[in-house]
């Protein structure tokens, strides 16, 4: 089928913290549907069927709970609701953002995905009601061809977000298509943890994502376009994912994404939004782990000459590093429970250090989550101190197999070159409870090939 993304820099209020009237925040939201409306229309000379939004893209960000008030509209939550807003713009009132979205879809005979921040008055009685007496939820919504509401999601991992509410339970939530059967819908942050969207993956057996975002590039393990990849290969689905574009705050990073192709647009250089469009298969072939080309342990070297540990900051956790010195060798190194194990092997010798380096435990700053990583990064100069640096370009051509004995099943295989391009492993898959990755060669310079696991029991 045929889909498409948008990379949407929104026009953001100068002031978000002021207080306006509900007909300056439409006015401001009308200019970013204005610029979506263009995009539909653009994507449906390409022959997409459905397009995703990114998260914030219609009203921006950075708002208190009384400022973002004007912005909302109002939605009907309950699935028994059939609600066409183009059609029936008189049954609601405050629907003017879903009405001009539903329109797009209807006009362009596209299914329409996007996010926009939602009001739902809540009873006193309600132990879950805010002092407001009204919830205020960051949503996508999904429209079929015909303009239909076919879902909507209420976002559950809130990332500082002072404006929202979490919903009381996880929404779980799907939309039937009929070029590509069901599709899941989660948002951002939500994305690193098993609520809703590991959950809602497993439960429907989905093969389709689509997943807006406003997703903050942080090198070398979560930056968007890895991660979102690496989370395609992990469960072996199909994903639409959509980013704001704003450079200044490290925003951009969208892309379509099957388990062994992708399609994506990382850009902090220039300014304007960017659509992605591209035909990708509808079902995504199991991957074959070749199990023949497995790592042996290598053979205990005496302690004679072995690489130093030491220890340095990476993602704001404290990683235990062994440096990778000379052309080719095999490196292990522990901490907690995780042992990680590297053969490698360079086609030239550059003057770059890497480092392979063990995380196990509680990550705490920016969210808190449990961690299991084992990562081969580019670092930023040749001292010690600068491994866990954000390293954007590389030179060195590394073979190398990556493995540990990860404690959790949940492993994002990460693999990013030179530029902030990707890269797929050629082998991956569990051995002997160890998870490993090989790859012969990569596409340009390495700049992290990790394997990024996610113990969700030890948050």
Known sequence: YVAAVYEHESILSPNPAALVDRQSALE?????????????????????????????????????????????DFVPHSQSVKWNPCR???????????????????????????????????????????????????????????????????????????????????????????????????????????????????????????YPTAWMNQLPLLSAVEFQQAFATAFNINILAANIHHPTLGMTGSGIYTPVKSFIYHNMESYGGKLIVAEIPVTTTDYKTNLEKTPGRGSEKGNDGLPP??????????????????????????????????????????????????????????????????????????????????????????????????????IFPLLLTSGITLDYADHRGWKNNHYFISKNRTSSGLLTAALYGRWYEKD
């Open 28 to 72: 401001l939201m009308g200019r970013n549907l204005d610029i979506y409306e263009q995009q539909v229309v653009a994507a449906a000379r390409q022959g997409a069927q459905i397009i995703v939004f990114p998260e914030d893209g219609i009203h921006g960000f950075n708002f208190t709970r009384s400022s973002i008030y004007p912005y909302l």
């Open 88 to 210: 029936e713009s008189y049954l609601f009132n405050d629907t003017e953002v879903l009405q001009r979205l539903s329109c797009m879809a209807l006009k362009n005979k596209m299914f329409l995905v996007a996010n926009v921040g939602t009001k739902e008055l809540c009873e006193r009685t309600d132990p879950h009601c805010p002092s407001d007496g009204r919830y205020q939820f960051n949503t996508n919504v999904a429209f079929n061809d015909d303009g239909m509401l076919v879902a909507t999601y209420r976002k559950h991992n809130l990332y500082f977000e002072y404006a929202f509410d979490t919903p009381p339970e996880p929404d779980y939530k799907l939309f039937d298509t009929p070029f590509a059967g069901k599709f899941g819908m989660f948002t951002c942050f939500d994305i690193l943890f098993f609520e809703p969207a590991v959950n809602l993956i497993r439960k429907y057996n989905l093969k389709q994502v689509v």
């Open 309 to 410: 540990l030491f220890y340095a900051e990476m993602m704001y956790d404290n990683f235990t590093f062994v440096p990778l010195w000379g052309g080719k060798g095999e490196l292990q190194v522990c901490a907690n429970t995780l042992c990680c194990y590297l053969n490698y092997q360079q086609a030239v010798l550059t003057d770059e250090l890497y480092a392979l380096g063990v995380f196990d435990g509680l990550h705490t700053v920016h969210g808190t989550y449990y961690v299991q990583a084992c990562a081969l990064v580019k670092c930023g100069g040749l001292s010690f101190s600068t491994c866990g640096q954000e390293v954007t370009d590389a030179t060195a051509l590394i073979d190398f197999q990556l493995w540990g004995n990860m404690s959790t099943p949940y």
